[in-house]
């Protein structure tokens, strides 16, 4: 009789339906072979006892061991409880061969409580029962009985041992991947948290780069006071003191008063200048790529050079601080070219990009040696294109200059926008 084995796992233990259900499954099964014993052995008095004391032992064996038990294959308990049904189901196929269904819910426990390799020796305990179970009833002489048993007992061997290698590669394989996962969801948290940090950061370089911008403002409308309005208004009163101290000689009374009205004329000139510095009108009457359009048609009217200006990708409006850089930028460009580069044609091009701005300013001119440590154009300072790169790098944009002697310059400003810099926050 054949001991019914397939390919039946013991379920999770976790709590939940299916556990509960799986849990009642080895006491119905044990109560379906008793119940199919009573018919058998119902003129067998003795054997009938028998019988059923084996089938009360293996239900309360599991009842013990097992129901009323938290399952661990760490307890020191889970071999005995397993290789000790074992035998008992052994015992009950040796007086019923039916009861070798019974080997399949030794297979489930032996690989529920049993750890690697031990599951193993419950495999081969549990071929032997099944063995057992198909030469029951077996008639012929004792040899051939032997070779029976030794075949099935092979054959369910490497079956059952076969069987139980795969569920373990199989759950190795499953703890393998739940690791890895757990690793990979431990490197992205770590990377959201990288990426949080860096999205700070930038957010507190803009900041930053608002708060130098504004210092750095605030010091150049301060020394722009100091040099010209202080001054002017000093001259103003130190000429109307000496008119004043010449009123009986109307030349000197004249001269004085001219001297004060042209101060307080220029005077006046430098205070819109620094006004206009702090809110440049072109930015008030349209966006940036119009403000250039108009800084560059009042340029070419007043130096007589024809400027040609362009506009690549979408124009759309952008922070102030970026389009205030930008303008600056292309003035003191523009202004250089004036002062310096004996230039034929200029062009200026704004272009918009994802996440950056960048204006260029090409002309034909004189150029200069861009490859100097410190490349200025002849009969110039430099500070223009100092205050322009600082201007541009406080917004953690890059200026570049490209020139050489005889073969004109070119200016690229590049600013990155608050986006960007905020990592689309």
């Excluded at 750890?115 to 063995?131: H, K, Q, T």
């Excluded at 029951?136 to 030794?150: A, D, E, M, N």
């Excluded at 900041?207 to 002017?232: F, K, N």
Aim: with cysteine; net charge neutral.
């Amino acid at each position: 009789m054949t001991g019914g084995l397939s390919a039946w796992t013991w379920p999770s233990q976790r709590p939940g339906l299916l556990s509960l259900t799986a849990a009642g499954m080895p006491y119905a099964l044990l109560s379906i072979l008793a119940a199919i014993t009573l018919p058998w052995r119902k003129a067998h008095p003795v054997g009938l006892a028998i019988d059923v004391s084996l089938c009360v032992l293996a239900a309360a064996w599991m009842l013990s061991l097992q129901t009323l038990r938290r399952p661990s294959r760490r307890a020191p308990h889970a071999p005995v409880f397993v290789f000790g049904l074992i035998v008992i189901t052994w015992f009950l196929v040796v007086r019923d061969g039916w009861f070798g269904f019974f080997s399949a819910i030794c297979f489930g426990y032996a690989y529920s409580r049993l750890r690697w390799p031990w599951r193993l020796a419950g495999s081969s305990g549990i071929a032997f029962v099944s063995a057992t179970s198909q030469v029951i009833g077996v008639h012929g002489s004792l040899p051939f009985r032997v070779t029976i048993f030794v075949f099935a007992l092979v054959l369910d061997s490497l079956m059952l041992d076969s069987l139980m290698w795969l569920l373990w590669e199989r759950e190795e394989q499953i703890a393998h991947n739940q690791t890895a996962l757990a690793e990979l969801s431990a490197t992205n948290q770590r990377l959201e948290a990288t990426i949080a940090e860096n999205e700070a950061l930038h957010r507190q370089l803009l900041v930053q780069a608002r708060e130098s911008g504004t210092l750095d403002e605030r010091r150049r409308m301060a020394r722009e006071i100091h040099d010209t309005l202080a001054q002017g208004l000093t001259g103003i009163v130190t000429q109307l003191q000496a008119a004043e101290q010449a009123a009986d000689a109307p030349a000197r009374w004249q001269r004085h008063v001219t001297a004060a009205t042209r101060l307080a004329r220029d005077s006046l000139t430098e205070a819109r200048r620094s006004v206009d510095a702090l809110r440049p009108q072109p930015l008030e009457d349209g966006r940036l790529s119009e403000a250039l359009a108009g800084v560059a048609e009042r340029w070419s009217g007043l130096n007589g050079i024809p400027v040609q200006v362009m506009t690549t990708g979408t124009a759309r409006p952008v922070q102030p601080e970026v389009e205030f850089a930008l303008l600056r930028a292309a003035q003191e460009a523009l202004a250089n070219v004036a002062r310096h580069a004996q230039a034929t044609r200029v062009g200026l091009t704004i272009s918009y990009m994802e996440s950056e701005v960048a204006l260029d300013v090409r002309d034909d001119g004189v150029g200069f040696d861009a490859t100097a440590p410190c490349p200025v154009q002849p009969g110039h300072n430099g500070f223009g294109l100092v205050a322009m790169r600082q201007r541009i790098e406080d917004l953690a944009g890059t200026l570049q200059v490209e020139s050489e002697p005889g073969g004109g310059t070119a200016i690229s400003a590049c600013v990155p926008t608050m986006r960007a810099l905020a990592g689309g926050s």
